[in-house]
């Protein structure tokens, strides 16, 4: 390590971003800064990464998908400061709303009252007639559009998990509905743990700074396993094994480079200027999925503007060498976009300094609460935040990839805007389904 790196501490990052104040936060940290990265971001909206949301009225919250993820969703969001509740609700299957409702009448002490329990696939439209002010959804991406646009029409803030849909025109309906919130004020906050992360946010700010230079190429990973799959149970219609299996159908969770490694690749937008990529071509395939009908692994060579290619990578196969992680590689140095960056001779620059616990430890950031703490403070503050779009131009280029190592050719920008594929059944309902059995997507035969 040189001695003369330059380190950046999560309290000294947040005093530097606090004393910038309502000023505009990016423009004061960037001034002078020749990159022009640093000029798209003159407005940018620093997460104030405050240890707790401030006290205030309170503030009620209906939960819309009442799985794993959602139940952790709502303790988060319990956990974000005081005077916040979650009141309602909604699944659709009443055995899911069940098993929060008693979780968390067990674990928070939260009671939930029977008549602002529903299940179902209106359930959602139940829940938003009941008396709240925040909807968190965590359901399959699936049905994101259509609840976030209900809940944005309801004037309800909105925390969504990310992905915000699984095909095009989803995506474009996230987008307007996104639009509609800007205009009626509503706070909106999508998953993307990374960005308000203090390391992530400490290391974005010295890339802005010029501490690479002009970025020229970036990668993004998500290799690791599958995460979970169901079994089908006697008694299980087709479209009720798809939902309940979700996460491993196309239709219902966009396939893994949509569901899992939008992550990565949302930070290499973030990165790039909130940029989208021209153009998309790739290669995957399947070899041991337990089930639905999505690939094991992609491999896609993004580019944007300015001929920057992106290589983007993720796999689901166990037993095999696993990486979550993305990489920058500027014209005067690289960094990890988490807590390092290195010259062009590959000695370390500057590093995120962690705090430290008792026993020396690092203590990493917790993004899933602290996203909630940011959430809850831009609505106390009446300070309106919206992550939707974003997040939605990062879904629908995980969905662009996706569709380029489906059919094996290349796919444009331009496509995707104007792409009419829209996944999933005519109609919904718990019935038989012609998407069961599974068909995978072979390349170069549509």
């Not at 490694?261 to 395939?285: Q, R, S």
């Amino acid at each position: 390590m040189s001695d003369n790196t330059d380190r950046t501490s999560r309290r000294e990052f947040i005093e530097a971003v606090g004393a910038i104040g309502a000023v505009g936060a990016m423009g004061a940290v960037v001034a002078g800064c020749s990159s022009d990265l640093g000029g798209q971001y003159a407005n940018y909206p620093w997460p104030p990464l405050l240890e707790q949301a401030p006290d205030g009225p309170v503030l009620r919250a209906g939960l819309i998908g009442c799985g794993g993820r959602g139940t952790g969703a709502a303790g988060d969001f319990l956990d974000a400061g005081p005077n916040l509740e979650v009141v309602a609700l909604a699944d659709c299957f009443r055995d899911r709303v069940d098993n929060c409702r008693n979780t968390l009448q067990e674990e928070r002490g939260v009671a939930i009252p029977e008549e602002n329990c529903f299940s179902g696939f209106d359930a959602y439209q139940q829940l938003l007639e009941t008396d709240i002010d925040i909807v968190l959804m965590a359901t399959p991406p699936y049905f994101r559009p259509e609840h976030f646009e209900a809940s944005v029409e309801a004037r309800k803030h909105v925390f969504m998990e990310k992905p915000v849909a699984v095909d095009p025109v989803g995506a474009r309906e996230v987008m307007a509905s996104a639009r509609k919130a800007d205009g009626l004020g509503l706070c909106v906050v999508t998953g993307t743990q990374r960005r308000h992360k203090a390391d992530y946010l400490a290391t974005f700010r010295e890339i802005t700074r010029g501490a690479i230079g002009e970025i020229v190429s970036a990668n993004c990973y998500w290799n690791g396993t599958v995460p979970w799959w169901r079994d089908r149970q006697p008694g299980w219609t087709d479209v009720e094994y798809m939902v309940r299996d979700w996460v491993n159908w196309t239709w219902l969770s966009g396939d893994h480079i949509v569901e899992q490694h939008v992550h990565n690749i949302d930070v290499i937008n973030w990165y790039l200027g909130e940029a989208h990529p021209e153009k998309a071509v790739g290669f995957g395939g399947r070899w041991r999925r337990p089930s639905g009908d999505q690939y094991d692994f992609f491999s896609i060579d993004f580019t944007y503007d300015n001929d920057i290619h992106v290589h983007s990578m993720c796999r689901q196969i166990s037993g095999c060498a696993n990486n979550v992680s993305e990489f920058v590689r500027g014209t005067k140095g690289y960094s990890n976009c988490e807590n390092e960056i290195w010259r062009p001779d590959g000695t370390l620059a500057w590093e995120y300094s962690y705090e430290e616990d008792e026993e020396g430890n690092r203590v990493r950031p917790q993004p899933y609460v602290q996203e909630h703490i940011d959430f809850v403070t831009a609505i106390r503050n009446n300070e309106p935040v919206n992550e939707a779009e974003r997040t939605a131009v990062a879904t629908l280029t995980a969905i662009m990839g996706r569709i380029s190592c489906y059919t094996g050719q290349e796919v444009t920008w331009d496509e995707m805007m104007e792409s009419d594929l829209k996944l999933g059944p005519d109609r919904l309902e718990l019935g038989p389904s012609d998407l069961v059995p599974a068909v995978v997507p072979v390349p170069g035969t549509a």
